[in-house]
């Protein structure tokens, strides 16, 4: 069956990320997650249709086969690339927040289609992050950039990279286009030729401190302005990676 004709006959169907190869044909077992979500939230039961995507641009319409407390699985009865990707590959680099700022703000990024995420340590970011701590909040920003995807209809997930300190992160920059939000100048996106992949640095609550810009600045950034307000945040990449989107991309 073709995707077109599998996903018209279906309608509205609910979509999930399931990190394994998806080919026609093949059972799938549901991880403990979505498989929670089809059995206890949606209430679904056997021959239900679902949408997988294996988060590296593969979609696939299937068909729950097993419903039951120890495995859930699906029978994969179509297959078809995934859509929604932009052709502006966005790297944010992102300073880390508080409490559920951060999440806030991966997960909005995710959705206006950003292609990678790397956490930042700014000199005047208030969070530090320990080892262990570390490792949890890094997967913890990964579901929620995946949770991201299967609500925005993205089938390729961005990975959320280990957190750096900025100057580690700017040093590893090749993006043909780098800018970093800083409230004193007013240069604006339409004077900037179209780029295909682009770095973003955002920083953290009390903004960009002087050594933080001069370092950027050595590392050619180019510093933009989003108007004469100050913005969270967490609310500053949701709207630089709209008007970025808008300009270069598919918004």
């Known amino acids: ?5 599998w996903l018209a006959q279906q309608g ?28 206890r939230v949606l209430r679904l039961g056997q021959g239900a249709p679902l949408v997988l995507f294996d988060g590296q641009g593969v979609e696939a319409g299937v ?21 929604g990707e932009s052709p502006l590959a966005v790297h944010l680099g ?76 700017l040093a590893e920059r090749d993006e043909s286009l780098k800018l970093m939000l800083h409230l004193a100048t007013g240069k604006a996106f339409s004077d900037i030729q179209r780029p295909e992949r682009a770095a973003l640095l955002i920083g953290p609550e009390g903004g960009l401190s002087s050594s933080d810009i001069q370092a950027a600045e050595a590392a050619h950034f ?13 609310t500053a990449p949701v709207v630089a990676l709209t008007l970025l989107q808008h300009y270069f991309g598919d918004i």
């Open 1 to 5: 069956m073709q995707p077109a004709d």
């Open 12 to 39: 509205r169907v609910a979509r999930f990320y399931v990190p394994t190869t998806l080919s026609l044909g093949e059972r799938v077992t549901l991880p403990e997650a979505p498989a929670h979500h089809v059995t």
């Open 63 to 83: 068909r729950l086969e097993e419903v039951g407390r120890k495995a859930t699985t699906a029978i994969v009865e179509a297959v078809w690339p995934g859509r």
């Open 94 to 169: 992102q300073a880390i927040s508080k409490g559920d700022r951060m999440d806030y703000a991966i997960q909005k990024a995710v959705e206006l289609g950003v292609a990678a995420i790397t956490p930042l340590y700014t000199e005047r970011g208030d969070v530090r992050l320990k080892s262990e701590r570390e490792a949890k909040k890094l997967a913890h920003w990964q579901a929620v950039a995946a949770s991201a995807c299967e609500q925005s209809g993205r089938a390729v997930v961005p990975p959320v990279y280990p957190p750096l300190a900025l100057e580690a992160w």
């Open 222 to 234: 180019a510093p933009l302005t989003l108007g004469p307000r100050v913005l969270r945040t967490e």
